[in-house]
């Protein structure tokens, strides 16, 4: 993870602590964050409950044994980082409206809910900020998008942007990009994680194990990264140094090339963005 400077946070309540609200609230739980006033963490079932009480400085509340879970929560948290699936937020928000602080920051990590959805369920002293993390947030290497409401100042624009920087970088954009920016980031994981699968396949038709495979795949796309983010050259230049004229790097690139994959790319962040659209339409 990188070293980051010491960094304060107000108490947080994750209400749906599922595989996101989780990655989010592990980067709160490394050396060098404070979270003055605790971090609370809702979930539906007991047993997931019982597994996030075992995290130090958390308290965890399920609507199974306390219908009042949510509301318990939010009493006295200045972040509530809302992370139910997208269909159970307007229930979730009319079911906390009146139990927020009047100052808390509502952080929306739903995909495809918009602001004006959390502006019109609650109070409007609240103020709502959306968000749009990635699961590398599990190992501290998100990229998160994060966009301010009509009713967030600078300062609870901040307090989101802080909370993200705990699990990675963040990008501030308005939220018309923020559909955008879950077709490139949102959903990259997966689309590196395809091209290590094909790249992988190659490698197994050409007679090595799978475990030599992975190897060589997983540990090139690990390497090219790090070598990237560790120099001070854009990617084309570094892949111009592997490529000699006339080499055999070159007569590869020439066959990716031919395949037109810059279009294939905005081919599925378009399809991506025309289902975002679906969905929020309620398709
Ligand atoms: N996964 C991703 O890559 C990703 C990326 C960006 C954004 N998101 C967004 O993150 C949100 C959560 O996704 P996820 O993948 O983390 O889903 P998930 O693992 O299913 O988490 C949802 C959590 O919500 C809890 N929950 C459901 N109803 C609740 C209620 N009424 N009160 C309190 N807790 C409740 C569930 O508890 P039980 O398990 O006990 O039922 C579960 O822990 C979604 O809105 C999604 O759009 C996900």
């Known amino acids: 993870m990188p070293d980051r400077q010491p960094v304060k946070l107000p108490a947080i309540a994750f209400l749906g602590a599922g595989s996101m609200a989780r990655a989010v609230l592990t980067g709160l739980l490394q050396p060098g964050i404070e979270v003055e006033g605790g971090i609370r963490a809702t979930n539906r079932s007991a047993a997931n409950a019982a597994s996030l009480s075992e995290l130090d400085g958390v308290t965890a509340y399920a609507t199974e044994t306390d219908a009042a879970a949510n509301r318990t929560a939010v009493a006295g948290a200045k972040l509530v980082v809302v992370a139910v699936?997208?269909?159970?937020?307007?229930?979730?928000?009319?079911?906390?409206?009146?139990?927020?602080?009047?100052?808390a920051v509502v952080v929306s990590v739903a995909a495809g809910v918009t602001v004006a959805t959390f502006e019109s369920l609650l109070p409007s002293s609240i103020a709502v900020i959306r968000s749009m993390p990635?699961?590398?947030?599990?190992?501290?290497?998100?990229?998160?998008?994060?966009?301010?409401?009509?009713?967030?100042?600078?300062?609870?624009?901040?307090?989101?942007?802080?909370?993200?920087?705990?699990?990675?970088?963040?990008?501030?954009?308005?939220?018309?990009?923020?559909?955008?920016?879950?077709?490139?980031?949102?959903?990259?994981?997966?689309?590196?994680?395809?091209?290590?699968?094909?790249?992988?396949?190659?490698?197994?038709?050409?007679?090595?194990?799978?475990?030599?495979?992975?190897?060589?795949?997983?540990?090139?796309?690990?390497?090219?990264?790090?070598?990237?983010?560790?120099?001070?050259?854009?990617?084309?230049?570094?892949?111009?140094?592997?490529?000699?004229?006339?080499?055999?790097?070159?007569?590869?690139?020439?066959?990716?090339?031919a395949a037109g994959l810059q279009g294939v790319f905005d081919e599925a962040t378009d399809a991506a963005l025309a289902r975002a659209r679906e969905l929020a339409a309620g398709a």
């Open 134 to 257: 990635n699961t590398p947030a599990l190992v501290g290497r998100a990229v998160t998008g994060v966009a301010p409401g009509t009713r967030s100042s600078d300062d609870d624009l901040a307090l989101a942007v802080t909370l993200f920087e705990t699990v990675g970088d963040v990008i501030v954009v308005p939220e018309e990009q923020i559909d955008a920016l879950s077709t490139i980031s949102g959903s990259g994981p997966a689309y590196v994680f395809y091209l290590i699968e094909q790249l992988t396949a190659a490698a197994v038709a050409k007679g090595f194990t799978p475990e030599q495979a992975a190897l060589m795949v997983q540990g090139t796309f690990r390497g090219a990264s790090e070598l990237l983010a560790a120099s001070d050259v854009d990617p084309t230049e570094l892949r111009r140094r592997v490529t000699s004229p006339k080499g055999t790097t070159e007569r590869a690139v020439a066959v990716l090339e």
């Open 85 to 103: 699936k997208p269909a159970m937020v307007p229930d979730l928000l009319r079911e906390i409206a009146d139990a927020l602080e009047p100052d």
